[in-house]
T-cell receptor
C-alpha cells in the first residue's frame, strides 16, 4: 500500500513569493490533515478535512494561507505571500474516517524562506 | 484539550528497556492516549494507543493507571534504530472525530551502543 505522498520535498523561495504544497493521501482515507512543524517542536495542526469539507481550520492563518481539497482526494496548501517565519516543515497526514488516533504521515515539505 | 507533559530527553543503551512517562492531569472521560515516533526528516509514525490498563503490540506496551492521569510507553530491548522523538498525545478519537490531537515537544530518546 502506497503511503502519503507529498511534493515537493524541499522548497526555497524569497520572502513575499507564493508557494504551494501538494499532498496525495492514502487511497480510501477520507480525513486529511495539514500540519506545520518548526524545528525542535511537535507538529501543529493547520487544517483538517473530512472528504472535501474543511471541518477544522481554526489554526490556519487565513490572511496568507489557503488550502483546498476539491474532489476529496488530493489537497493543496498555499502560502501567499510567504514570510521569513513560515520556514518550517509542512506535513500532510491522512486517516480513515471513524478511526481516530492513527494518522498516517507523509515525509513533509521543508520550506525555507529567504 | 488535555495538555501533556513528558521529559525533554532520555538516554539509554542498546538492549535495555526504556520507559517514557507522560503526565496528562486534565484528561477527559472520552480521551484516548496515543504515542507517535518520529525520525529525522520523516513524518511521525503511530506506535500505540490505549484508553486504560495495558495495551501491547509488536513494538511497545502502554501502561495506563486507573486514574488515567499519566501513561507510560515501554520499549523493550531498544536498539540504535529506536533513537527518535516520541510524542504523547491525548484526545477524543470517538466515532466521527478522527483526531483533534495536539503534539507537544516530545521526548528525544538517544540509544547508545
Amino acid at each position: 500500500e502506497a503511503g502519503v505522498v507529498q511534493s515537493p520535498r524541499y522548497k526555497i523561495i524569497e520572502k513575499k513569493q507564493p508557494v504551494a504544497f501538494w499532498c496525495n493521501p492514502i487511497s480510501g482515507h477520507n480525513t486529511l490533515y495539514w500540519y506545520l512543524q518548526n524545528l525542535g517542536q511537535g507538529p501543529e495542526l493547520l487544517i483538517r478535512y473530512e472528504n472535501e469539507e474543511a471541518v477544522d481550520d481554526s489554526q490556519l492563518p487565513k490572511d496568507r494561507f489557503s488550502a483546498e481539497r476539491l474532489k476529496g482526494v488530493d489537497s493543496t496548501l498555499k502560502i501567499q505571500p510567504a514570510e521569513l517565519g513560515d520556514s518550517a516543515v509542512y506535513l500532510c497526514a491522512s486517516s480513515p474516517t471513524g478511526r481516530g488516533g492513527e494518522q498516517f504521515f507523509g515525509p513533509g515539505t521543508r520550506l525555507t524562506v529567504l | 484539550l488535555a495538555k501533556t507533559t513528558q521529559p525533554i530527553s532520555m538516554d539509554s543503551y542498546e538492549g535495555q528497556e526504556v520507559n517514557i512517562t507522560c503526565s496528562h492531569n486534565n484528561i477527559a472521560t472520552n480521551d484516548y492516549i496515543t504515542w507517535y515516533q518520529q525520525f529525522p526528516s520523516q513524518g511521525p509514525r503511530f506506535i500505540i494507543q490505549g484508553y486504560k490498563t495495558k495495551v501491547t503490540n509488536e513494538v511497545a506496551s502502554l501502561f495506563i493507571p486507573a486514574d488515567r492521569k499519566s501513561s507510560t510507553l515501554s520499549l523493550p530491548r531498544v536498539s540504535l534504530s529506536d533513537t527518535a522523538v516520541y510524542y504523547c498525545l491525548v484526545g477524543d478519537i470517538g466515532s466521527g472525530n478522527t483526531g483533534k490531537l495536539i503534539f507537544g515537544q516530545g521526548t528525544t530518546l538517544q540509544v547508545k551502543p
